[in-house]
């Protein structure tokens, strides 16, 4: 194997799947190295992604920067898989395929003729990654923000006097995105003992409630149901809590233990407020959360941000910045995690976090044009001649070959 390549280079995945998270899992793989083949309609104009754009962006352009969240390193193949044909060159090409990742309503892939049990037909081995709403048995599409209610997440997020609010990135994908990469991984593993693929399943619902964690097991075992608190921890003070210094910038304070509690006091010039019988403890400083906190905005607006954090960083408090994005995307620390243009840009943000032999860093091409690879892969895959592909274009279950420039 050629470590440059990936550890996937020799894999297949055919994505049916369209907006984030069957997309992230593909971008995943072909960040690994494998071949990924994003199958799209012609007669949605594909993933409906490439139309949610920003009012800088242009119309024409079927690349917007929400599709660019999660499809670098993808081949976009346009095609009807409402047609026979349609139907039988997808299946040449699954023939070949490791993985198939598909967001399908619950009944739309049997509809189509595009579910495990028909698509295992033509491949034994074939791994399908399937993200539902609420479960194969719940004919009813999953949407982020209606899961980011119906899980308790907007329910919690927001400040105590204020209404919910949504998440500002759609976090329920981005947490059954990652289930499913999980998912398959298992399954590839288990491929390679039994030789057999298998149907795999994650619903938006399942991985929402799996993520809920300790404010899921504060109601199971405390028997407290958890309320809106703004930036607080309901288990732990001062944590994520949000403080303004001298100089009007904001630092977050994420304090778990007494000791670091201690040498927060320390670096604020008050060490005797660890030894005050209300704070001594996390047990106490929950108790006593708002008299707490109203020392410590006290403390804090005396000393500028930089000097602050500079402080306390040096003494192991776990402390930051509050940043807007282009800061944080400008941190020294991130730059091998954007993916940047032909021009040196940077355009996207890698799906892979990790490190290790597994995880080298190679070149993957920008995400594609609407079809742009459409000829090509039907050309190398199903062994489709050039006029019979200038007949479906004709009939309009393909772009023609010029459209791969849009």
Known sequence: MDSDKGLFQNLVVVEFASVLAGPSVGQFFAEMGAEVIKIESPKTQGDVTRRWKLPSESPSNSVSAYFASANWGKKSVVLDLSSEEGKELVYKIITGADVALVSFKPGDAEKLQMDYATLSQHNPRLLYGHITGYGSEVPRAGYDAVLQAEAGFMFLNGEPDGPPVKMPVALIDLLAAHQLKEGLLAGLYRREKTGLGQYIEVSLLKAAISSLANQATNFLVGGIDPQRMGSE???????????????????????????????????????????????????????????????????????????????????????????????????????????????????????????????????????????QHTWQVLQEKTGVSGSEMQELAQKKLIFPAESGNL
């Open 233 to 371: 921890h309901p288990n732990i003070v001062p944590y994520g809590t949000v403080y303004r210094t001298e100089d009007g910038k904001e630092v977050v304070l994420a304090v778990g233990d007494d000791r670091q509690f201690q040498a927060l006091c320390r670096v604020l010039g008050e060490p005797e407020l660890a030894q005050n019988d209300q704070y001594q403890t996390n047990w106490q400083r929950v108790l006593h959360r708002d008299s707490l906190n109203h020392k410590l905005r006290e403390l804090v607006s005396r000393v500028p941000q930089k000097e602050l954090l500079e402080a306390l960083v040096a003494q192991h408090v776990p402390a930051g910045a509050v940043h807007s994005v282009s800061e944080a995307l400008t941190q020294p620390l991130v730059q091998s995690q954007l993916l940047t243009n032909g021009e040196g840009k940077p355009q996207g943000v890698r799906q892979i976090a990790f490190t290790g032999p597994a995880s080298t860093h190679f070149a993957i091409s920008e995400p594609p044009r609407l079809g």
